[in-house]
């Protein structure tokens, strides 16, 4: 399977992570990133979106790619890096482990309709982890989004670096990337 590309045609995405990707996260950018963004989704269809409606994630993903496309692939990874300080997240904890396992349970909760894919996390060491990203968005926004977390809930002066030591990978047409995460 490819980037890009739904792991089942029935998944839906959440508008409100539609709205505060493209609202919040884009806008921290920049205005004309932002309008880009609004673009790149009305080519698909979504001219409006509702906080309380379902898109097809194909439509989604098809969006994402034309925004790396066209604003080049480093934008996803720094737009990856603004979702938990943008998004609803699952916030009753204060750890960076306890911070990487939430991925899996906001990707859950943002979306639905069959195989969605998911992120697994497991500690290895006392401020190291490995997580699993078997999803079909691309590397660098995985990438952005596990920094993003990490920092988040690490301490003041933890380096967070994060390096992919998987066999497998998405820009091969793999379904998963795995991430060695250090903080």
Known sequence: MATYEAFD????VKGQTVLTIVEEAMG???????ERALQ?????????????????????LNAFETIAE?????????????????????????????GLLS????????????????????????????????????????RGLIRGVARKYASVDAFVFIEETGETCRREGDDTCVYTVYW
């Open 103 to 142: 991925i899996d349970e906001a990707y859950q909760q943002n979306h639905r309709g069959g195989e969605i894919g998911s992120y697994e996390f497991e500690n290895t060491d006392d401020r190291t982890g490995e997580i699993t990203c078997n999803n079909p968005y691309p590397c660098p926004f995985d």
């Open 70 to 98: 066209e604003l080049q692939p480093h934008v996803l990874d720094r737009l990856g890096e603004q979702i938990p300080e943008v998004a609803e997240w699952p916030n009753d904890f204060n750890t960076v482990s306890q």
């Open 9 to 12: 045609r029935g998944v839906e």
């Open 40 to 60: 790149a989704l009305a080519a698909e269809g979504i001219t409006a979106p509702e906080p309380d409606e379902w898109y097809p994630q194909q439509t989604w």
């Open 28 to 34: 921290r950018f920049s205005k004309e990133y932002q």
